[in-house]
Nanobody, 129 residues
Framework: QVQLVESGGGLVQAGDSLKLSCAASESAFSSYVMGWFRQTPGLEREFVAAISGSGGRTIYADSVEGRFTAARDNDKDTVYLQMQSLKPEDTAVYYC??????????????????????WGQGTRVTVSS
């Protein structure tokens, strides 16, 4: 059973930056696409970003394109989400997830939460105006 542990959430002001981390207990970590999703109470979980196993390719939701950057360190089995120019509407619980099926990063596939097998417990990000 793979464990994913997120950290780095917190309370920030609009315009601030924050970096989330997600550590995985998976020796084949570099083989898998990692995704970031977020959920606001009362709403469905939404896709934020995904990164290929090598880290060389990324995809983003339109709402965060240009502000958020996904990265990974395969030596540390860790994926990151650097968030800049945060807005109050970015307030949510952020989850990292691991896709163990399709290894080639594909926007239509990896933007769907149903294709991710393992999930972290989430880390809360609150952006005040």
């Amino acid at each position: 059973q793979v464990q994913l542990v997120e950290s780095g959430g917190g309370l920030v002001q609009a315009g601030d930056s924050l970096k989330l981390s997600c550590a995985a207990s998976e020796s084949a970590f570099s083989s898998y696409v990692m995704g970031w999703f977020r959920q606001t109470p009362g709403l469905e979980r939404e896709f934020v970003a995904a990164i290929s196993g090598s880290g060389g390719r990324t995809i983003y939701a339109d709402s965060v394109e240009g502000r958020f950057t996904a990265a990974r360190d395969n030596d540390k089995d860790t994926v990151y989400l650097q968030m800049q120019s945060l807005k109050p509407e970015d307030t949510a619980v952020y989850y990292c997830a691991m896709c163990t099926t399709l290894q080639y990063l594909t926007a239509s596939y990896h933007s769907s939460e149903g294709h991710y097998r393992y999930w972290g417990q989430g880390t809360r990000v609150t952006v005040s105006s």
